[in-house]
């Protein structure tokens, strides 16, 4: 079956055709490093890491890269207030180095898998690889950028179809441009490639004086060191289509770059409404949301919950009622743990699951569709409940479900990946040996610690079996 994927530049769903069969080449804008991750951070990251997990699942080998700007004006700015009074480049590496360290932890607590390659913008500007400064001074000679003053500026009338990706038309865009305070562009336009050193910055040597790279520059000379010259996705937040993205493919393509086929875009996050923001006292951090609910599945069920395109909104209310969603997929994974006990074995001959596997695919092959695709790990779970006195079937049901939450990157824990926790294990046995032993006190006692703990034990038919509680 093939799969299809919406490609924001020619704003319609196409049939996915890579460059070399069964290989997909992927680059994702990743995090500038000045600040905590919140949950917007999230959702953009657990993204693409459904959809990277979906094409390996469907026989791809993926080489997905996700770059880190560590240097830029807002890193400089954190550096100058958090290390105030120290050496500035070394303020701004410190910052850099914190913040990713940050990310990295928070994209682990979400168990989202790491790139393949995660590039750093200060790597291409060095003395031994300025790979930067070597794309910037292709576009001078060829006449698309000019230097201005020690800055370099790429002449947006040199760009083929300049608004494409964003659908906008140019003389639109200049009625509204203005040129601000301290740029020395020709036209409001046009942009930075090359931004001459201020006072203690960081810079890095330059044909034009020292400096450091404008930010749309990091991603097409990344891009194109680690994946050549056209790859297959580009990915990232509906924010950055414009300027950004619409940038990368002007100055990409000035320099005689094919660049990305397929762009990927996803719908932002709202908070009750509004844009989330310190200032409005809605800003949510990952750590905010994990140190709240312990459970990093109820953030990923809330994001598949509406389709990668649109944009979300979280609500309290919403959150609850993805935990009792939640709840009922862990009840059913619990209780069917209890069932592989007896030594029940997985058919592939049930066609009701089949068809429902079959379902799940389909919906994630038609533009990674999460919403559909959750809707069919219910109808698994609705199915499995109606026969839970049949042990092949639950058997079955749940290696399905295995199956799904796999590809959507929900907790193997969670979701019983054939997982046992023996700590618990033996608190039930001692608490089964005290209660053959009429030791109701120790019993008890043993209940109530583990409940203390988020474990529900049930008993029934003089077997316990327990779950934990969201």
Request: some cysteine.
């Amino acid at each position: 079956m093939p799969i299809f994927i919406y490609n924001s530049l020619t704003r319609k769903k196409e049939e996915f055709v890579p460059l070399k069969p069964k290989e997909i080449k992927m680059y994702v804008c990743g995090p500038t490093v000045y600040d905590q991750p919140h949950i917007g951070h999230a959702r953009s990251a657990y993204i693409f890491d459904v959809i990277r997990k979906h094409l390996i699942y469907r026989g791809y080998k993926v080489k997905f890269v996700r770059n880190v700007t560590d240097v830029d004006d807002k890193i400089i700015d954190k550096a100058q207030k958090e290390f105030k009074g120290e050496d500035l480049n070394a303020a701004v590496k410190k910052v850099s180095t914190k913040y990713l360290d940050i990310y990295h932890e928070d994209m682990k607590s979400l168990g989202i898998l790491d790139p393949d390659v995660e590039p750093r913008a200060t790597e291409y500007v060095s003395q031994e690889n300025p790979l930067m400064q070597k794309f910037i001074g292709q576009l001078i000679n060829k006449g698309c950028a000019y230097v201005s003053e020690g800055d370099v500026y790429f002449d947006i009338k040199k760009a083929k179809d300049y608004g494409k990706l964003s659908n906008q038309a140019i003389e639109k865009m200049e009625a509204g441009a203005r040129i601000g305070l301290g740029e020395k562009k020709r036209d409001p336009l046009d942009f930075a490639l090359w931004k001459a050193a201020k006072s203690g910055e960081p810079a890095w040597d330059s044909p034009w004086g020292k400096g450091r790279p404008g930010w749309h520059i990091e991603c097409s000379v990344m891009s194109s060191d680690i994946l050549g010259d056209e790859f297959d996705i580009h990915g990232g937040g509906l924010d950055l289509i414009f300027p950004h993205h619409e940038n990368e493919i002007a100055q990409s393509e000035a320099a005689g770059n094919k660049f990305a086929r397929y762009w990927i875009h996803h719908g932002l996050l709202t908070i009750n409404g509004q844009k989330m923001a310190k200032s409005l006292g809605n800003f949510i951090t990952i750590k905010d949301f994990l140190g709240e609910y312990k459970d990093a599945d109820i953030l990923k069920l809330f994001f598949l919950s509406t389709h990668y395109l649109h944009p979300i909104d979280y609500n309290d209310k919403k959150i609850e009622e993805i935990k009792q969603a939640l709840d009922r997929i862990l009840n059913f994974s619990w209780k069917a743990r209890d069932i592989s006990y007896f030594g029940a074995s997985v058919s592939n001959e049930i066609e009701e699951i089949n068809v429902i596997k079959n379902e799940f695919v389909e919906a994630m092959d038609d533009n990674f569709n999460t919403p559909q695709a959750i809707s069919c790990i219910f109808n698994l779970v609705n199915l499995a409940y109606k026969n839970m006195d049949n042990a092949v079937f639950v058997k079955t049901a749940e290696y399905a479900l295995v199956e799904f939450s796999t590809i959507l990157g929900l907790s193997p824990a969670k979701l019983q990946l054939l997982n046992v926790d023996y700590e618990i294990e033996s608190k039930i046995l001692e608490r089964n040996k005290a209660r053959k032993e009429r030791n109701f006190a120790l019993a008890d006692k043993i209940r109530k610690e583990l409940e203390g703990k988020g474990v529900i034990l049930e008993d029934k038919n003089d077997k316990t079996i327990w779950r934990r509680k969201l």
